[in-house]
């Protein structure tokens, strides 16, 4: 099975949070409402969206 992941670190916040998930749409959904809430993202635009992208991990587990 596969499990994507992503670390509010790699996005430059000095922050510890991690979204994980198996799917994309629904992964970028929760990081970006942590962007939301606890570093004051305004709008969820597809630079922001691409820069995300990016940085999904993608484990085997
Ligand atoms: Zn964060």
């Known amino acids: ?7 509010c670190r790699d996005l430059g916040n000095d922050c510890d949070f991690q979204a994980k998930s198996n799917y994309v749409d629904d992964l ?25 992208k990016w940085k999904i991990k993608v484990k085997n587990i």
């Open 28 to 52: 970028i959904y929760k990081i970006a409402e942590h962007l939301y809430v606890k570093h004051g993202l305004t709008q969820l635009n597809d630079e922001i969206k691409d820069r995300i």
């Open 1 to 7: 099975m596969v499990k994507l992941t992503i670390e």
